[in-house]
Structure formats: structure tokens, C-alpha cells
């Protein structure tokens, strides 16, 4: 929400069964989602473009309780690190490939895909930098620090 007012937006939280109707009655002008999400829902029906603004970190995550992982013998835990990190790299793969699929499908369904220069999503990210800080004093700086950092080691 306050990625998209800083960008001079009104965002609107709707429950997603409510979605395709508030697109279809002209309620909302938009929705953000990743594409297997529009494909799903048929989004293509009700919303004209794809409008690619890269700000979402699109990832899945696997998790464990800290004091259930500690309590496995070393063992175990080298083997549950093993196959995450494992599978991690096929996920990834597959997450692109089923990106790139959506995508093109919801193109072929009449979509109209509208893809940003790097310099025009540099100055958006420098719009919405306040966010960074209230998420910062949410849930700590240090968390905000290393995500952003990951994500620039990651380009």
C-alpha cells in the first residue's frame, strides 16, 4: 500500500474473490499479481495490460522453526540444507520458465504487455524509497539492508 501511494496511486484492498468483478464493474483501473496468478483467474477478461513493474520479490520460502532445525543431529540438518539448497535451483529454473509461459499466454489472450526502461524503474525505486524506511522501523533495518543488498549481488 505504501509502495503505491508513494507513487501518487490510491491503492485499494479488496479480497481476492472480489477482484474479477471490482476490474469487470470499472471499481478498480488495476490489480497486481504474478501472471500464473492472472492466467488462474482469467484476469486477461476484465484487465487490458500487462504492465511489467518488477517490484515484487517473487519467491518461495522454505521454512523450519529455528529450536526444531537445532534439535536435529548434525546430520540431518546438513542433509535438509543439502535438499533445500537443491531444490531451490530447480524452483528458480522452473519459477522463470512458468513466468515466461504466463506471460506469453496472457499476451495471446489479447493482453497488451508494457515493459518499463531500467532508468524509468530507477526513479520509481528512488520514489518509494520512504517505504524502505517504514518497513525498516517495522521490522528492523538490518533485515531491509541485507535484502537490499542480496538483491544488488543478485543483478
Known amino acids: 500500500m505504501d509502495f503505491w501511494k508513494a507513487l501518487g496511486a490510491a491503492p485499494t484492498p ?3 474473490p472480489e477482484v474479477y468483478v471490482s476490474l469487470q464493474q470499472g471499481l478498480v483501473h488495476a490489480q497486481e499479481n504474478a ?6 483467474a482469467n484476469l486477461h477478461e476484465v484487465q487490458d495490460y500487462l ?8 519467491c518461495n520460502q522454505f521454512i523450519i522453526n529455528a529450536s526444531k532445525f537445532d534439535s536435529l543431529h548434525p546430520l540431518y540438518q546438513k542433509a535438509l540444507q543439502q535438499a533445500v539448497d537443491e531444490a ?3 524452483i528458480e529454473k522452473q519459477l522463470v520458465t512458468i513466468d ?3 506471460k ?3 499476451i495471446d489472450y489479447g493482453m497488451e504487455l508494457i515493459e518499463f526502461e531500467a532508468s524509468f524503474i530507477d ?3 528512488d520514489k518509494v524509497q520512504s517505504v524502505y524506511d517504514t518497513i525498516g522501523k517495522d521490522i528492523g533495518q538490518e533485515y531491509v539492508d541485507a535484502l537490499l ?4 549481488n543478485a543483478k
Open 51 to 58: 504492465i511489467m513493474t518488477h517490484h515484487i520479490l517473487y
Open 14 to 16: 479488496l479480497p481476492w
Open 104 to 106: 506469453q499466454k496472457l
Open 100 to 102: 515466461k509461459e504466463n
Open 123 to 125: 526513479e520509481v525505486l
Open 88 to 90: 531451490a535451483v530447480e
Open 35 to 40: 501472471t500464473d496468478t492472472c492466467v488462474g
Open 149 to 152: 543488498d542480496a538483491l544488488e
